[in-house]
């Protein structure tokens, strides 16, 4: 197996098992040599003929290990699938022995500690899969990362069925994927869907969820003169495009977490947001905006692009269930433009209840990852 051996992709379409895993098998090519990883995403429709589907797959293709997830939407090469049962698979060739297969973490990271004892390979790259229901989910992946030194990326599931992920077997309940040791070539980056309107604000009274003071003001005072006096007067309008933000501390770059607003209460000023906040922290309010979003993307592009100069052997990618469709319109824009920027590259993923970076649980935001 060569290190430049580009990986094969699949796609196929239909509500029959059996029939997608052929589909799939006749168009994937395993790698003579080393270690073969597949990367299997269905859409939702399929979750309940995932297992038959990925027993079938593993035969057909010979390949025993994979990865993946349920998604409410696919992505492949140039093609973004919605509203029909669906199947997309990619297999990959890497050195020998340098990955492995990360099984089910749901109450804490103890298993991938042994895990890691045991690989000869130091681990240094990871690709996770996580349950939205569990409440340890976001904990979980920080833990993957801060403690093993790992850089992961991913998503969280999205399904209108059942929350299933494959690590190895299919899965479901915790965080599960896939680890890579350092002789594999990775790059990375990811792209927002939303802008800042305001300044960053220091969080002076909250409690839970709820934002009580900014900057020693009411927060409903603070958020309405960020995003205007024609908002102000809809808060519910403004709920459909505004959002919240939490500045990376630390961060070189100008990253942030994005968080849906839940609520305000217009008699006591308070605002509420889709996670816990902490005194002494900063937050910003942002809008979804399709046009910076654009540009932000192909700026991320024009980014990994120069990283990888000679191009790359596959790619995995993850977007929020926000963007897509939703914010870029019905024609694949947004992974059409990848193929724009970066070619044909072999290409799979979905969209996600949450997207992970550098062991940080995203919204609204694109993750691409390029194997080199």
Known sequence: MSQGSPFSVACAEGADADALAAALSARLIPPDGGDALGFLYVTDALARQLPQLLSALREGTGVPHWTGSVGVALCTTGREIYDRPAAVAMIGGFPKGSTH?????????APLASLLAEWREPARFGVLHADPGNPRTPDL??????????????????????????AGEVTRGGVS???????????????????????????????????????????????????????????????????????????DTRDYLV???????????????????????????????????????????ADLRHRAPEGARGALYFSCLGRGRHQFGDDSRELRTISEELGDIPLVGFFANGEIFHNRLYGYTGVLTLFL
Request: charged letters at 25%; aromatic letters at 4%.
């Open 177 to 251: 994927g896939a680890l890579f040791g350092e002789s594999v070539q990775v790059i990375t980056a990811h792209t927002q869907g939303c802008t800042p309107i305001g300044p960053a604000h220091r969080i002076t009274q909250a409690t839970g969820n709820v934002l009580i003071e900014l900057d020693n003001r009411p927060a409903l005072d603070v958020f309405q003169e960020d995003i205007g006096e024609v908002l102000a007067r809809d808060m519910q309008r403004a709920g459909g495009f505004i959002v919240a933000a939490f500045p990376v501390e630390g961060s």
């Open 141 to 166: 992946i920080g833990q993957v990362g801060e403690r093993t030194g790992l850089f992961c990326v991913g998503g969280l599931t999205s399904s209108q069925a059942d929350d299933l992920q494959i």
């Open 259 to 301: 968080r849906n607003l839940v609520a305000v209460d217009t008699g006591q000023k308070l605002v509420a947001v889709g996670d816990r906040v902490r005194e002494g922290g900063r937050i910003m309010f942002c809008r979804r905006d399709a046009n910076a979003a654009m540009d932000d993307l192909r700026r991320m592009l």
């Open 101 to 109: 297969i990360l099984p089910v973490l749901k109450d804490s990271d």
